[in-house]
């Protein structure tokens, strides 16, 4: 039976999207991987790889992971307050101009319109329609929160008011901007501020989609999936309130060994290291939660995903911190190591713990059991296969990089120019085509299973 009388009609449309977008993503994702090895295939502007590249990142972080995001927001708000969406015709507006955004954003993306900033490519109009947008969304968050007839609010609920309140005001500031006309603009800032400025949106903008709002539901859908009490609700809530805290110190450490004054990259560094511990309180608890239940490993499909999610989160969140040591950032730095190291969260963490609770939910809403458990087994070892070798190919391909651009003969000179470096990364690049045709088989699998699953209700 179809549970009532919430409104899942939005959380649906959400799911969907996104589908879409991740399946869309994906395949631009693949695209330019070649373009590394093969680069004819820069056939035209728009298919060049300094194109793709942006229309890849935002459709996969924003299309596939927002949609994700917001499809579960709906879904553990009205749960957790019990309590409906107050506003259930602005949710779908909300829908409505989301999908609007990411097409009109891949399609400027496409045209070359770009602002060249990191995770804030484009350009000023929609950068208006995307701030609508998100009052749109808070709007609907806050009001369920203030009707809730649940008093107590469980900690899922904290890292959704802290992604909505912040990400809100990292888009505001950073997006400043003059216009110039109706496709071009900069950035208020200049020089060391517009980098500093940046980098603060751009670490705290991946942190506030990737970390946060995934928290939420792993810590929302890993108890109700297993049946099990979550080990520590106090852990929870230090864990939450010491990540949130020392979190918007942390972006300088993209600027280490740059203009950028020492005192505040070192104030960067500092509160890294410091992240480390809340970050594995989140860890420790997902695990504790298993504590003399571990046989769901073998018994309950979705907790794999779960725990190699947050394993993949505590992995990175050790990994980050520490590779922003200026020793080793001195190395690493601008080296295919970072990349490996993005997609390990991406791949791993993010996409993992969005599938299981998509894998959780639209069986409850749609009333009817999976399509199949079995296909869902299948998805879980090919992207798991695909995702490791994928990053593991990119750390080892970064470490012969990084060496390669700092080996010096004995006259002081570089023994290896530019391009030489480029050319030794081919086998390397080929294996990370491989490894991502492997997880977007895995990705074809599950979607199709939740289709399936959806689909099945109508029939």
């Excluded at 804030?120 to 208006?128: K, Q």
């Excluded at 020089?191 to 928290?215: C, E, K, R, S």
Aim: no cysteine.
């Amino acid at each position: 039976m179809a549970e009532h009388p919430y409104d899942y009609r939005i959380v649906r449309g959400f799911v969907f999207s996104a589908l879409f977008w991740l399946i869309i993503g994906l395949v631009v994702g693949l695209w330019i991987a070649f373009e590394m090895f093969y680069p004819a295939l820069n056939l035209t502007p728009w298919l060049s790889f300094g194109r793709l590249r942006v229309v890849h990142t935002n459709g996969l972080g924003l299309g596939f992971g927002l949609a994700g995001i917001f499809a579960a927001t709906y879904y553990i708000l009205q749960k957790l307050t019990r309590t409906p969406l107050v506003f259930p015709g602005l949710a779908r507006l909300h829908l409505h101009l989301f999908n609007i955004i990411i097409a009109l954003a891949a399609l400027s993306l496409f045209a070359g319109m770009n602002t060249t900033r990191e995770y804030a490519e484009l350009e000023w109009p929609l950068d208006i329609a995307v701030v609508a947008m998100w009052v749109i969304f808070a709007v609907n968050v806050f009001a369920t929160l203030v009707k809730r007839q649940e008093k107590q609010m469980y900690v899922s609920l904290w890292y959704i008011i802290a992604m909505t309140v912040t990400i809100a005001v990292l888009y505001i500031v950073n997006n400043l901007e003059v216009p110039v006309n109706l496709f071009k603009s900069y950035s208020l800032y200049a020089g060391i501020n517009d980098a500093n400025v940046q980098w603060w949106y751009g670490h705290n903008i991946v942190g506030f989609i990737f970390t946060v709002p995934i928290l939420a539901m792993f810590y929302y859908f890993l108890p109700v999936s297993t049946g099990l009490p979550l080990y520590s609700h106090r852990l929870s809530i230090v864990s939450f309130w010491s990540l949130i805290f020392a979190y918007l110190w942390t972006g300088a450490h993209h600027l280490m060994l740059t203009p950028v004054p020492e005192w505040i990259q070192t104030v960067a560094i500092a509160f890294s290291i410091f992240l480390i511990a809340p970050s594995w309180g989140s860890v420790v608890n997902g695990y504790y939660t298993l504590q003399g239940n571990w046989e769901q490993m073998r018994s309950n499909f979705l907790v794999k995903f779960f725990i190699l999610g947050i394993t993949f989160y505590g992995l990175q969140t050790i990994q980050g911190p520490v590779q922003g040591l200026r020793t080793l950032n001195a190395f690493f730095h601008y080296t295919d190591w970072v990349i490996g190291h993005v997609h390990m969260g991406t791949m791993g963490w993010v996409t993992m713990t969005i599938s299981a609770s998509f894998y959780y939910m639209i069986p409850r809403i749609s009333g009817r059991p999976l399509h199949s458990v079995r296909i869902a087994n299948v998805h879980f070892w090919l992207i798991l296969v695909g995702q490791l070798l994928w990053t593991v190919t990119m750390w080892i391909g970064g470490i012969q990089q990084g060496a390669m651009w700092k080996a010096t003969d004995a006259d002081g000179s570089l023994t290896y120019n530019f391009l030489d470096s480029i050319s030794s990364l081919y086998p390397y690049y080929r294996i990370r085509f491989a490894a991502g045709a492997v997880y977007f088989v895995g990705i074809l699998l599950f979607a199709w299973n939740i289709v399936m699953t959806i689909k099945k209700k109508d029939t």
